[in-house]
């Protein structure tokens, strides 16, 4: 009977081991299923085969000055003797010569005619621009419109009947994740597929004000610059732009314009020639947790508006400096880099709600934005003074400092000298900077100035306004510790 109860507890042992082998098999295959239903795929040939040939090769030429290496009697001692006359008769003129320079790019066509989508850099300047499809057909292509501020170009080919162009999909769908196949033209090699995933988005990169790019690991090299970034359902959610190297080569870090951007610039290119963008005439930053501290804020979402342009449609619909920006148009503001490319993308003369939190509550303001112009950078350069407290030393801002710092009509102390490692460096302080207010406090001359900084001495952080390269904005300077 023993045995018996022995040989039944075995069975039953065997036989659950067998169910679990039996749950972990169908488990595995349906795991397999499961994951081939998610989108793995088992190969990117057919997206290759189906898309390739609407992703271009581009090849730009541009002519460039060098200096010639000139002989002895050529040189400057000579000329100056025997006169620039003579040398023009006996050497051919200056002592120039005009050279081709070429460059290797990509581009993907989105239109039936022969419109091409590519980089701003890859054609910038070029005259003489040639594409060449994946069957070897070569074009030759004339710049429709550029926009350097978000690197694109359009570029149109001469086509005596329908070509197969490139599906455009919604980049905001994209998903960290997501697998992505990019195809292009890498060290000239000619059309070349890399897949990988999408693993960030929103990059900013400093490439540019409306930075936003989609971070991917498949492989981009120098001369994938402006080809597609295609999804899984060969669509175009990306424009191949940029890689993060120290080698010159892929690391698997590489950056691509989302879609959505590139189809309203695009559409701009085509219609004008250029684009045009939204304005607001605020200069804004983003927001710390010791500016988020000091102004009393319950999060570090928005963006602080450091200066309000004058005449502008900002100070028209009532935006002051000290203003945070956390909804514009219905759309929140998480960052400030959210606000730029909200605002260009608004078309020039619409009315737009615009949300902010002012001395700790929320005030809704109506405006009408304008358009955006080029901006000058002013240069600013000037000598230390005398060290006073959180490592920087000013000066009082003269007649004669005001021109050469372009601050004519400003009032303020100039910023003269900022210690290396100092709580003024650490906030970003320059030579040249000008100090206008101190916790909300006018600084109009040095007496302001050493008044709210004594006044301030017993805070451990202090608030300040300053003006830099032309803009306003706030900083916060933490006490050196004793």
Known sequence: ???????????????????????????????????????????????????????????????????????PFQRREFRDFFGDDFFRRFFGGEPEEKLKQRSLGSGVVVSKDGYILTNNHVVADAEEILVTFSEKEKHEAKIIGRDPKTDLALIKIK?????????????????????????????????TVTAGIVSA???????????????????????????????????????????????GGNIGIGFAIPINTAKSVMSQLKEK??????????TIQGITPEIKEKFGLKSTEGALIGEVAKDSPAEKGGLERGDVIISFDG?????????PPMVAETHVGSKVEIIVIRKGKEKRLTLKTGELKEEAIMAVTTTPEI?????LSVQELTP??????????????????????????????????????????????????????????SKKQILMVIRHRGHT???VLKREKK
């Open 1 to 71: 009977m023993k045995n018996h109860c022995i040989q039944t507890i075995k069975i039953k042992k065997i036989l659950i081991s067998l169910a679990l082998v039996i749950a972990l098999v169908l488990g595995f295959g349906l795991g397999q299923n499961a994951m081939a239903k998610k989108g793995v795929p088992d190969s990117f040939a057919e997206l290759a085969a189906k898309q390739g040939h609407v992703a271009v090769n581009i090849s730009s030429t541009k002519i460039v000055k060098t200096m010639r290496r000139l002989s």
């Open 159 to 191: 086509v005596d009947k329908t070509i197969p162009y490139a599906r455009l999909g919604d980049s905001d769908k994209l998903k960290v994740g997501d697998w992505v196949v990019a195809i292009g033209n890498p060290f000239g090699l000619g059309s």
């Open 201 to 247: 988005k929103g990059r900013v990169i400093g490439a540019g004000p409306y930075d936003n790019f989609i971070q991917t690991d498949a492989s981009i090299n120098p001369g994938n610059s402006g080809g597609p970034l295609f999804n899984l359902d060969g669509e175009v959610v990306g424009i191949n732009t940029a890689i993060f190297t120290q080698s």
């Open 273 to 282: 020639g250029r684009v045009v963008r939204g304005w607001l005439g605020v």
């Open 331 to 339: 759309k929140k503001v998480k960052e400030m880099k959210d606000l």
């Open 387 to 391: 060290e006073e407290g959180f490592g």
């Open 400 to 457: 004669e400092l005001a021109e050469s710092l372009s601050l004519k009509g400003e009032k303020g102390v100039v910023v003269s000298g900022v210690r290396k490692g100092s709580p003024a460096s650490e906030a970003g302080l320059q030579r040249g900077d000008l100090i206008q207010e101190i916790e909300r406090e006018p600084v109009e001359n040095m007496d302001d100035y050493k008044r709210t900084m004594g006044e301030s001495k």
């Open 473 to 475: 904005r706030y900083v």
